[in-house]
């Protein structure tokens, strides 16, 4: 067992990480929350597909304004994709412009989803009115909930990016922006991923 | 060069830290500080203070169960609610079975075990200033702090706490008609078990964070002590375990409250009112919920495991048997932990087949168990024993673990679960498992780190006194629980009297009581010792076990960002003991190569 | 520390105490459970759960006994001595010990399962009833068992939560349904002849509850919304308590019925007792 010809030498595994910059970890804790959230989904969903054997399962017709919103979030996504790319090249004003806009369609997309909800309560479809609505009220609120978070995340980038610039030598904004990105694309694919859900199955 | 630069700002920082850190408040350092040290320690008080409610709904269960129908009169004056003349009502009894076990499984063990003591340990024994992220910790153990207080605060609304046991069954738990707990207690059950649920989760996100990317330099996977490998396999298994049931606790509320129907079936006729509920599964509950429930209980055994594990070389002076072996033993059992949770459910309604799947499921996780469990005993051969305190509690954990694991045996196999479900068979094992091995595993811990955490030690006199008067109790209770349940004694029965079979298992259930009492005043030995020595216990030295792991470098207890100016750099494995070559019979893994040869 | 200086003989009293715990735990256990057995048994399947757990309890009994003694015996040599004699045991001994280990516990763990336990369960879920065999519905309530016949139609006759009424009508059956008309209904109480296999439905119209027969092996939840069904055959005469299984409420402790297995011709007296009676 005994190797001492190979210890020797100042080892180098382990990170040794004296000054983990904040920002690389949030990068590493989005990811590990993602994973959470991904758990927390794929309960609501054997839950769905268990609930949707049941004999009492009346589908309810969905509010139109669900396209807009998805077609708001998905721009929001994209909003920021070009936001990181410019960030990368150094370009302050197209980051910034990217950013705003992206934290700017997704309060629209929020919007929206209250005024979908607005829409079902006017047709009288409540949250206990069939397991459809239920799910449909509970995944969207959960997933609103995870919105709002993405967006205190982003406006603080948002924040960070116009107080500081986005130079890439100070480091930090681009991986903060980069740690946003993950969640907020996370979320859009999230949103599809459930739109897909409550209106095909 | 660049490097260089990055650890000369560093250390500018750290040392701007250290001036901030005593330049803050009493409020800032102790009450509301991001330290990981503190919190590990507020999370160990709070615990421990849980554990002392847990402890008195324990007794008020043996008394109802021991001497069954006795007037309490004294008891009574106390409780005015629960046992107005004396006699404890069952509404009360439900609530104390109910709140004891989630008490002790989410607010004692948890708290303590896996939050405090991880807290506490993980930075120290990786070589990390802090955790990865310092204030969503702070965050953490406030917002378990408000969640303890809301199940605490159950006691005292309308209709009393949530009495639909640990597991909260719908309907039970989701019709307030239902039983009297199952109104406002059982709302503030679930909400405080979604305040839980997310303050484990930031905990979880910062011990994984912490143990990958914080180590230090040398530090490699492979030379993390066993105690960070299970709490890094505990935390990423309750990161995957835990969200469903957040899920499930809130489709539960709507049912509660918003006429939802997720786990209420059509036709429930509850006090003679049908209820308007349509097509819901009550079984989707027990899915979800055991989802959850069976990986929580590898979170809290494998810490209680790692722990022995890393107190047993300390004693023997001598490496463990097959580390590298037990590392992956933990990995396995988490895995398999993920996919066994039917065994909880086998005569629940479930498809016979899935009986069969779980059933060899379950099985397959017996031989890392075992596996773990001879390897910890196989660390004694060879050695030389010092019997102290916290290695007679981890000797106890070797021989829980075993007893506990072989009734898992049992239990996990569907044919011999027909009978012993829901018996005291059931409650005789997971008390010697997530009960004993944790609780026992709690008390070397605390006993070992307590000179590290306070500067001062615990007497050992005492400390044996108390494993002499809790190890024999405690296996004397659950043991014989085992044998009710053979008997086929019931769980959750305010009383068993009324049945013919079970009459002869009252001698039993007595000597339980008497046993559990014992063991529960054994505890204020424990108490005494622990506030004596925090005021006048003997001052400890730095390493006063000669331990080799990385706290045991720093002073006790360690300052604030745990390492001086400069972070450790490790040379070697965590159990370097009795070294050839070496001057002691211990080195430490900041020890160079050119001192001592490496083992690994 | 003072603890390392003190001679092996000093040290030795208290790891003896410390040895004879655990020996004494492994070998007072063995006794005490020896001495214990199950409710004495009064069903055909039951006897394959008898051998499967009376598998359990020697081959586990075996190693808690060995295991126990081990240790005791372990913390006894290590002691005693003076020096560390075994330090590193080699990589491929620790692997080789721990697979031996693995594949004994998956011996006696799965082999166990294969060889006694899931033929037995596979024979009591897959049994195809007989025609011959005894149905009843047993519907849980807090905290009643209510027992149902269905008659010399063999049919039961509809029912509809709507029509429930605790005190006259528990379970909702539909009085129009012809097929209801000679449905034999009872609370608490079933007649069962010796020796033929007997159906039971399990429903429930509140909580989950669970059936427990602790002589006849028999335990199975009732769980509202589902109508599940075993069968099992009474071998022995007698009566035998039913004890519910699954916390369902403030009298879950007394939600206790009787199951009377008795000889033929006497279950058919019974059971014109009963419908003269309702």
């Known amino acids: 067992m005994i190797s001492s010809s190979t210890s020797l030498q100042v080892p180098q595994t382990g990170t040794g990480r004296e000054s983990a910059h904040r920002d690389d970890l949030v990068q590493l804790g989005v990811w590990m929350f993602l994973a959470t959230v991904v758990m927390l989904f794929a309960a609501f969903t054997s839950a769905y597909i268990i609930r949707r054997s049941g004999s009492d399962w009346v589908p309810i017709e969905l509010p139109r304004l669900l396209w807009l919103n998805t077609a708001a979030l998905v721009a929001s996504s994209l909003a920021l994709e070009g936001g990181r790319l410019a960030s990368r090249k150094g370009k302050g004003s197209a980051t910034r412009l990217g950013l705003t806009a992206a934290a700017g369609l997704g309060i629209v997309f929020l919007a929206g989803q209250i005024s979908a909800w607005h829409t079902l309560v006017a047709r009288g479809v409540y949250v206990p009115t069939s397991p459809h609505s239920s799910f449909f009220y509970i995944l969207t609120a959960t997933h609103g909930v995870h919105v709002v978070a993405g967006l205190v995340l982003l406006v603080y980038t948002v924040t960070r990016t116009w107080n500081y610039g986005v130079h890439l030598d100070r480091g930090a904004p681009a991986r903060l922006i980069t740690a946003s990105a993950t969640f907020w694309h996370f979320l859009a694919a999230l949103w599809l991923y459930v739109f897909l859900l409550v209106s095909v199955f | 060069m660049a490097e260089l630069d990055d650890a000369e700002t560093f250390e500018t920082e750290v040392d701007a830290t250290v001036h901030e850190e005593a330049r803050l408040g009493f409020v800032r350092r102790y009450i509301f500080s991001t330290d990981h040290k503190v919190i590990g320690i507020q999370y160990i008080l709070t615990g421990l203070l849980m554990a002392v409610v847990g402890t008195l709904l324990a007794a008020l269960i043996r008394l109802q169960l021991g001497w069954p129908a006795h007037q309490w009169t004294l008891v009574g004056r106390l409780l005015p609610g629960g046992m107005s003349d004396g006699v404890m009502t069952p509404e009360f009894y439900l609530a104390l079975v109910t709140m004891h076990g989630t008490i002790m499984v989410f607010f004692f063990i948890s708290y303590v075990l896996v939050s405090g003591f991880g807290n506490y340990l993980i930075p120290l024994q990786v070589g990390a200033r802090d955790m990865a992220y310092p204030f969503l910790n702070m965050l953490s153990y406030w917002l378990a702090l408000v969640s303890a207080l809301v199940m605490l605060g159950s006691f005292f609304v309308t209709g009393g706490a949530a009495a639909a046991g640990w597991t909260s069954y719908p309907p039970l738990s989701a019709v307030a008609s239902a039983v009297p707990g199952s109104g406002w207690g059982q709302t503030l059950w679930i909400l405080s078990m979604a305040l839980f649920i997310a303050s484990f989760t930031m905990g979880s996100l910062n011990f994984v964070a912490t143990i990958f990317s914080l180590r230090a330099r040398g530090m490699a996977m492979m030379r993390m002590p066993l105690t960070v490998w299970s709490f890094f396999i505990a935390a990423i298994v309750g990161l995957l375990a835990f969200p469903p049931l957040t899920a499930a606790a809130v489709m539960l509320l709507f049912d509660r409250h918003f006429g939802t129907s997720f786990f209420l079936p059509s036709g429930l006729v509850v006090a003679n009112q049908l ?55 933990l990995i396995a059992v988490g895995a398999l932990g993920m996919v066994v949770w039917g065994h909880h459910m086998f005569v629940s309604g479930m498809s016979p087949f899935s009986g069969e799947y779980f059933t060899l499921a379950t099985m397959l996780i017996t031989i890392p168990m075992t596996i773990f469990g001879v390897n910890m005993m196989a660390s004694l051969w060879g050695g030389r024993l010092r019997v102290t305190t916290p290695m007679l509690f981890t000797l106890g954990v070797i021989a829980l673990f075993g007893s506990g694991g072989l009734g898992g045996l049992f239990l996990g196999n569907a044919t011999a679960d027909m009978q012993l479900h829901d018996t005291y068979f059931v409650v005789g094992h997971f008390h010697f498992m997530i009960g004993g091995v944790t609780l026992l595993g709690t008390f070397a811990g605390l006993y070992f780190w307590f000179p590290k955490m306070f500067g001062r030690s615990m007497s050992e006199l005492f400390g044996k006194v108390h494993f002499w008067l809790t190890f024999i109790p405690f296996f004397t209770v659950f043991f014989m629980q085992h044998f009710l349940g053979l008997q086929g004694m019931p769980r959750r029965y305010y009383a068993f009297t009324t049945y013919e079979y079970l009459q002869r298992t009252s001698g039993q259930n007595l000597i339980i009581s008497i046993a559990a009492l014992t063991l529960m005043a054994a505890q204020l030995v424990f108490i005494a010792n622990f506030c004596w020595s925090l005021r006048k216990g003997r001052k400890a030295e730095a390493n006063p076990w000669r331990a080799t792991t990385l706290e045991w470098t720093v002073d006790s207890p360690p300052p604030h960002g745990n390492f001086g100016r400069a972070l450790p750099v490790v040379h070697r494995w965590p159990y370097e003991y009795s070294l050839e070559g070496s001057d002691n019979d211990y080195t430490p893994q900041i020890v160079s190569p050119r001192q001592a040869p490496v083992t690994a | 520390m003072a603890m390392a200086h003190t001679p092996p003989s000093k040290r030795s009293v208290e790891a003896l105490l410390v040895g004879l715990l655990f020996g004494f735990t492994g070998v007072l256990g063995v006794l005490y459970g020896a001495r214990t057995w199950l409710p004495p048994l009064a069903s055909k399947h039951g006897a394959g759960i008898d051998a499967m757990l009376m598998y359990l309890l020697v081959s586990v009994g075996t190693l808690f006994l060995i295991g126990h003694i081990a240790l005791g015996a372990l913390i006894w040599r290590a002691a005693r001595q003076s020096r560390i004699t075994h330090r590193l045991t080699p990589a491929r001994t620790e692997w080789a010990v721990s697979a031996a280990l693995g594949l004994l516990m998956a011996l006696v763990a799965e082999g166990g399962v294969l060889a006694i336990g899931l033929p037995v369960w596979s024979e009591y879920f897959a049994a195809t009833p007989p025609a011959d065999a005894v149905l009843v519905e047993v519907t849980g309530q807090q905290f009643t068992w209510n027992v149902r016949y269905p008659g010399a139609d063999g049919a039961f006759g509809r029912t509809d939560p709507r029509l429930i009424d605790d005190a006259s009508n528990p379970i909702g059956i539909e009085r129009s349904d012809p097929a209801a008309a000679d449905d034999v209904t009872s609370v608490n109480e079933i007649a069962v002849p010796v020796n033929r296999p007997v159906r039971v439905r399990l429903r429930s119209k509140d909580m989950v509850h669970s059936f427990f027969l602790p002589h006849l092996r028999v335990k199975q939840d009732a769980v509202p919304g589902m109508t599940i069904e075993i069968v099992f055959v009474p071998t022995r005469e007698g009566t035998f308590e039913i004890a519910c299984t699954q916390l369902c409420g403030l009298g879950h402790y007394r939600m206790q019925g009787f199951l009377h297995v008795v000889p033929e011709s006497e279950f058919r007296r019974w059971m014109r007792e009963q419908s003269g009676g309702s």
């Open chain 2, 275 to 329: 209820l308007p509920h349509q097509g819901g599964s009550p079984l989707l509950w027990q899915h979800l919920f055991w989802f959850l429930g069976h990986p929580e209980v590898y979170v809290l055994i494998l810490p209680a495991l790692g722990i022995a594990c890393d107190i047993l070389p300390v004693f023997t002076r001598k490496p463990p048997f097959g580390y590298r072996i037990q590392v992956y033993c």
